[in-house]
């Protein structure tokens, strides 16, 4: 008995599974919606962060050679007005340890100027690389609305409709 239950429903799945079916074009009410995005990429010009940046790096170093250069009594320190080179020219004018002065002060001061023209070096590069280097906007577009619609073709035939926006 259970056998042949198990055969009538194995038949109505295969009789189902063949049989045409009639679909009305009516009945389906989902549409098929498509939309697109572009996106593009321009350039703007200099990278203003970079050229900030290097401005504030030269500023921050800059700004206290040019105190000491115009408070020191020492001749060489006079050099330090000079930007990016007189870091290193007040390091080869200074003079150099006395037994009456201590060493560590004019150690540390020729560490300083070294450190000195390294930031002012970085900084001024940094703003020549924000100047050669472009910035880049990056913009995304939505472009393209694309509906597919399901229509009635004459008297009796169906298909598709496509409409949008381009």
Not at 11 to 19: R, T
Not at 30 to 45: F, L, P, Y
Not at 73 to 101: E, H
């Amino acid at each position: 008995m259970k056998l042949c239950i198990a055969y009538g429903m194995a038949i109505e799945v295969i009789v189902a599974a063949l049989a045409p079916s009639v679909a009305n074009a009516q009945e389906t009410s989902a549409a098929a919606s498509v939309t697109t995005q572009e996106t593009t990429s321009q350039a703007t010009g200099p990278s203003l962060a970079m050229v900030g940046s290097g401005v504030a790096i030269f500023g921050l170093s800059y700004v206290p050679a040019v105190v000491v250069g115009a408070t020191s009594g020492l001749g060489a320190d006079r050099t330090l007005f000079v930007p990016l080179a007189g870091p290193w020219i007040d390091l080869t004018q200074r003079p150099g340890c006395t037994p009456a002065t201590s060493c560590n002060a004019e150690n540390t001061d020729k560490v300083l100027l070294v450190v000195d023209g390294v930031f002012q070096a970085i900084g001024a590069l940094t703003i020549v690389g924000g100047f050669l280097r472009t910035a880049h906007e990056t913009k995304t577009v939505r472009s393209t609305s694309l509906r597919i619609l399901p229509a009635q073709m004459g008297n009796a035939g169906y298909g598709m409709v496509a409409s949008g926006t381009f």
